[in-house]
């Protein structure tokens, strides 16, 4: 989203991400598209035309805000012109700074701001208030953002289910006042919205499944998904059972353990770290004494296979997994647990592989973004002239929502009173949503 002040002195760009789906709603696989030029993904309407946003141009956009640190709110940083300012929260940054390690996001973070939540920052003639929210990726953010008199609402993606909850009930409370335009996520809109209500609903199903089991459980979850790593290992310490991460893991639960004391820990009980080759070999090109750090917690494969009833093992739809399947001779009585979103599991062979090794599968996840009665009762609560739809494939049913909806296309922009100039940047349909 490009917003700009009426004099045109100032204009920013809050999240810069990398698309879910193609235009025709297909999963996006960015290896199609990473030889392109920056031209040509724009020329394809893979990034978003903004001028003097990216490298190579002249920079004439004040900065770039995210909101938090998921792939479809910030998968393109890498080509934004490094003169151009970032703003981020701490947890933010630290979460691309661990992609940058382990994933090979390249985002140069030479210029990053990082923002305190609900402390307004300047930038030029805009003053920007962060929210912190409850979503899947840790110290999201929503902003109010001022200018010329007026006051839009960005909500970024949230959730009013997660174990911050409290925080849009407060907002819901003590609402913004007299917002001009609200510009909402409506991810869930027309989704399933799935059999376990909350997180603590997940907790307890995934303590139900492994309390029982008498051999390996394998955990499929994403290890920046901080709330669902706190419901694993609650069910892990009250099943007295033991959670084995792997170093990436250990990393960014390390990294981030300044944002909550609830955040697990390598050198928490119940907590042991597995080190992977490929891991250990970046994690060691960054910095060498990470892996002594980790040593301590580090379990072994035979000391997994003299305990299988014992053993949550954290894991990845990867080669690793793989591996690991093999060393433990893993299959029977093993269970997976696959507490992501569904559509990730549909994308892969992970059904058959499960499958072909006898190894039950059981799906326990609740969602990243807010249920339908949530947005309503947001929208209700904040009370906005209009509402612009964001992040959903269904925009034309926030109808139902809020009486004044203002439907914008991507590349299109919005001159009014109401909230001066405003695009939306994303190619190939405001239509977009989100996965978790
Ligand atoms: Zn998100």
Redesign the pocket.
Known sequence: MELSTDSGMSRIVIDIGMPLVTPDRQPFDWHHYKNLSQEQLIEQKVLPSISGLYSGQTPCVSAVILS?A?Q??YGFLRFINPDISLYMSSGTRSLVEVSNIFLDTDVNLDRTETFLTWQPFRVGEFRITPYLMD???PD?AAFLVEADGQRLFYTG?FRGHGRKRVLLERLRENPVSDIDCLVMEGSMIGRDEGRYPDETAVEQAIYDVITKQQSYTFIFCSSQNLDRLVSIYRAVKRARKTLVIDLYTAFVLDKLSSLSPSIPQFGWRQIRVLYAYSHAQKLAEYDKELLYRYRKAKIEWDEMQSTPPDMVILSKDNRYFRITLQKLSASGKAKAIYSMWHGYLERTNMVQLLESQGIELTEIHTS?HAFTEDLKRLASSLNPRCLVPIHTFYPERFEGLHGNVMQLNDGELECTPIIGQMGLGEPGGASRS?P?
């Open positions: 938090h998921h479809d709110h979503h899947s990726a999201a993606d990243g989100s978790d």
